[in-house]
């Protein structure tokens, strides 16, 4: 499937949405759906903003992307070239995308957030739109995953006792970077702090004897998330033992992700397995992950969430036991799931579940 083939494709879908909605257009102004319907495109300039600088905007038979002037030459000649979209700009200081799209559709616009004065917002159900992947995006995806592991596992082996949190975050950011790769959230824990906190930003904290490194980051609008854990010097005990309970969890999780499955059904067999390991509590001290692709998570995955698992969906589960963690993106398939941040040069720990084995990180000691 090429990159246009794919971009037909979720086309096809917007207009059967449009069509079942009663719509005459869409328009996609988040960073993530922009990425998707253009099969990889990036409207980012600010990061750290949900909305681009290009939006995507449907009709029943034409397709545009509207933006202004900054923006217009370096999105058409390097983000949507050769995809049968006309980029529409104004100039930046009229700061008039309604008049623009006024100018292009009449009737009933639907948008995927509140964005537009008098589009309607249909953000979740366009959001599903992009659940279900396409080979093309299994590929992007599975690259990303790779370099993803390539970074945190270089990264655990090459930082020491003595360095901050902010110079580990450094480390793994660089990587990550050298990769094309945007590191959307980075968190560092040293030592007592990956026992204190579920979300420890990095800190001026230095490194003794115990770290964690994560990373939920975004190429091509895919988001991925993976943890990696190192330990310099002998493995406490303890320690191993709630990082067992951690990965059995884990385990549990991912292998019931099967299409067909419901969510709710999935997070209630994992609780069940904190109790048997002996931490019945532990998940409440932070949520499990849940379905990813398009979003760092599509949704949080509760007792009661009533979503199914789709085949070819991502999912990102991240049970924790307090001081422990273990964490991978999936693909859910029909034949089990696939983890797409496999590690490489990294210990592992193969677990059982209901007749079925799973490898997952270890701790790695150093």
Not at 65 to 73: H, L, M
Not at 337 to 358: H, N
Request: aromatic residues 6%.
């Amino acid at each position: 499937m090429t990159r246009l083939e794919e971009v037909q494709a979720k086309l096809e879908r917007i207009r059967a949405m449009m069509a079942a909605e009663e719509l005459d257009a869409v328009i996609l102004c988040a960073q993530t759906n922009f990425a998707w319907v253009t099969g990889g495109g990036d409207s980012h300039v600010v990061m750290g903003t949900e909305q681009g600088v290009a939006s995507a905007l449907i009709t029943a038979d034409r397709q545009y992307v509207v933006t202004d002037n900054i923006e217009a030459g370096r999105i058409a000649a390097e983000e949507v070239a050769g995809l049968e979209f006309e980029v529409v700009a104004d100039e930046w200081h009229l700061n008039n995308m309604t008049e623009v799209i006024g100018r292009l559709v009449t009737g009933d616009v639907a948008a995927d957030g509140n964005w537009l004065p008098g589009a309607m917002d249909l953000g979740d159900t366009i959001g599903q739109l992009t659940w279900q992947l396409l080979p093309p995006e299994v590929e992007r995806y599975r690259a990303l995953g790779a370099d993803v592991s390539e970074a945190l596992e270089q990264s655990a082996r090459e930082i020491e006792p003595g360095q901050s949190e902010h110079e580990i975050a450094a480390v793994l950011t660089g990587k990550l970077m050298r990769a094309g790769i945007q590191p959307l959230v980075i968190l560092i824990a040293v030592d007592d702090r990956i026992r204190n906190f579920r979300h420890p930003i990095p800190t001026a904290t230095t490194l003794r004897q115990y770290a964690m490194l994560v990373a939920s980051v975004r190429r091509h609008g895919l988001h991925l998330s993976a943890t990696r854990l190192v330990h310099f010097g002998e493995l406490p005990e303890d320690l191993r033992h709630r990082h067992y309970a951690c990965v059995q969890v884990d385990t549990c999780l991912n292998l019931e992700s099967r299409p067909g499955a419901t969510v709710g059904e999935v997070f209630a067999r994992a609780a069940r397995i904190y109790a048997e390991t002996g931490y019945p509590e532990e998940w409440r001290l932070h949520h499990q992950g849940g379905a990813t692709g398009y979003q760092g998570r599509s949704y949080k995955a509760t007792h009661s969430t009533p979503h199914r698992v789709l085949a070819n969906q991502a999912f990102a589960w991240n049970p924790s036991i307090t001081g422990t963690k273990s964490e991978d993106t999936i693909l859910a398939t029909l034949d089990g799931p696939e983890i797409l941040s496999p590690v490489r040069d990294w210990p592992t720990i193969q677990v059982e579940y209901e007749g079925r084995t799973m490898v997952r990180p270890d701790i790695l000691v150093r």
